[in-house]
Every structure is written in C-alpha cells, then in structure tokens.
C-alpha cells in the first residue's frame, strides 16, 4: 500500500495524501500506548485526549502527526531509504519505478493489519490475519466447432470487468479482450485460466476467469474422444447385397467406402487418420467412424414377399 502511492510513483491526485494517511496509521499502530488509545477511542480520541481520566490509556494524551511520511518510514524500518530497493534513480530523470508487482509490497503485511482500524481511510485487506481473499473463479464456456478442434483457433473474448481507479476506492467499468488459442485436438472440459481479470475492488484479490472448452453440435458428425462418428443411411438392399458408400471427412473432402458383405445395423467401418488430433500428439489424428441407418421399406408386394420367402433361408433361432 505505502509503495502503491509513494509520490514517487503514483502521480495521481491524493495519492501523496493517502500516502502521508498511511505513514500516520504506522506511527500510531507500531507504538503501543498510541495503539492501545486508538484501539479503544478511535481517532477522536487519540487526538483529542479523550476517554480513561484517572490516569485511564486516554486521560490526558493527545497525538499530532508531525507531518514528514518519509521521516516515518525511516524511523520504522531502520533504512535511510526504505524504498530505495523499488526505485531506480540516476539512470532516470526524477526516478521511475522497477516493475515490482503490487502483490509483492514489502509494506503490505502491515498496511493489512491497518486495514482493520478506523480513521484513517486505508482500503482493507478483510480476511482474517489480514490476509485478502480472492473472489470466486468465474467461469465460462466458449463454444468450439469440430473444424475448430481439427486446426486449431484463436479466440478474442470480451469481458466487463470493474477496475479500481487511481485513488484506490472508486472503480469504473472497463472492457478487456482475452485472447484464448485454442489447440488442434483440445477435448471438451479443457480449462483456460486467467488469473485475476475479474472486478477489482479495494478490499479483494480479483477472481480468476476460467474458459472451459465445449463443443458445438455438427450436422454431420458427432465427437468420440478423438474419433469422429458419422452415420450413412442405405436401403436394406444395399445392406444385403453390398453397396459403395460415399463418406464427408471434416476438411471437406470424400471418402469411399465398399460394402461387400452384409452390413448390420450395429455394423461400424473405420477409416483411419479422418478423425481429430490427439491432444498429446497433434501430428497423429483418430479415426472416422460409419455407423450404418438402414431404411427398411413401408410395405411390400405379394409377390416381393413371395419373391423373398423363396430366396432366403428361414431364421433358425433359438
């Protein structure tokens, strides 16, 4: 927190006040007696003598902030620059800050437990220890086609999302792209994960945003981990006596299949390597597999019965 609005990086409006805020709640939180007061009295108390007489913890103390936050800082960590670590100077006019992740803030563990207090306005951290909890995850499904999973696609998902603005309190709504490269073969229920990319809010560590692969529904084919099914439909005729099949792969083409034997309705023809990639081994890919709907006819003639009767040999089962 103290590094988030240190006047040498955030330039901000009342970022150097909220800074000069929270060298104050340190002064007063690491003495005990100033502690003890505020902990009873609030901030009126502890600055106005207020509470205990007697020789009470309030009775007649009265604390003023002496106003120097830097003098604060270096009194409470022992370094004539505790920030020093974070901020590079002489290399850069005026300083600049050395991608440190706010999460990391050396100052954070403290800041925290000030959270707690009233009076001084600092965003809480909540949680017990001081420690902020993360929103829940939020999920999505993104919808893929097959021909997606057979190549591969990338994905530019919008989202709403609010962040905070610069004095740590307030937020506004913002849209963001995430961008979701979907690989050739990915089974559906795959996760991708964003940390932190939902709503920000002083008192929150943002949810993570998770994007679970589905597929959409084909008018041709229908998934089976990385094989493809696809079901032909032929005339019981052709069921009996054999027939050539004209099979759609999922990049367009066609493929041949010969019925030479009896094909039953629970019958299946593969063809090897028309199927989706192996996730593992994309360069490798499953199978499409023909399932066969055999049209029987409505009726039939006297004679085709009579014709049929004669050719067939009766059932024999049990």
């Known amino acids: 927190m ?16 909220k800074f000069k805020e ?48 830097h003098e604060t800082f270096r009194m409470f960590f022992g370094d004539e620059n505790p920030f020093g670590q974070f901020f590079s100077f002489g290399g850069q006019p005026g300083g600049g800050f050395v991608g440190q992740d706010m999460d990391d803030d050396p100052f954070a563990g403290f800041t925290n437990m000030m959270g707690g207090h009233h009076g001084f306005n600092l965003p809480s ?17 993104l919808l893929v086609s097959l021909e997606d999973v057979l190549k591969g696609v990338t994905k530019k998902m919008k989202i709403t999302r609010k962040v905070l603005n610069p004095d740590g309190r307030s937020t506004r709504a913002e849209d963001k792209v995430l961008t979701v490269e979907v690989k050739p073969g990915w089974k559906e229920g795959t996760k991708v994960t964003f940390p932190k990319e939902g709503d ?8 993570d945003i998770v994007f679970v692969i589905k597929d959409k529904s084909h008018p041709l084919f229908k998934r089976d981990g990385s094989d493809i099914r696809y079901k032909a439909r032929i005339g019981l005729r052709e069921a009996l006596i054999g027939c050539t099949v004209t099979v759609p792969t999922l990049d367009g083409r066609k493929q041949t299949l010969q019925l030479s034997d009896v094909t039953k309705p629970t019958a299946t023809k593969r063809i090897a390597g028309e199927g989706l990639p192996y996730p593992k081994q994309p360069n490798k890919r499953g199978d499409l597999v023909v399932e066969f709907d055999i049209q029987f006819p409505d009726t039939l003639t006297k004679t085709v019965r009579d014709r049929i009767a004669e050719l067939l040999p009766p059932s024999r089962l049990s």
């Open 2 to 17: 103290a590094l988030k609005y240190h006047p040498d990086k955030n330039k901000s409006p009342g970022a150097e006040e």
């Open 22 to 69: 929270i060298a104050e709640a340190y002064e007063v939180l690491n003495d005990p007696k100033k502690r003890e007061i505020y902990d009873k009295y609030g901030e009126e108390g502890l600055k106005g003598g207020m509470g205990g007489g007697g020789g009470g913890p309030g009775g007649n103390f009265s604390y003023t902030f002496h106003g120097d936050p």
């Open 125 to 141: 951290s909540g949680g017990s220890g001081g420690q902020r909890r993360q929103d829940p995850t939020i999920t999505y499904d």
């Open 200 to 207: 920000q809010a002083p008192n929150n560590i943002p949810a």
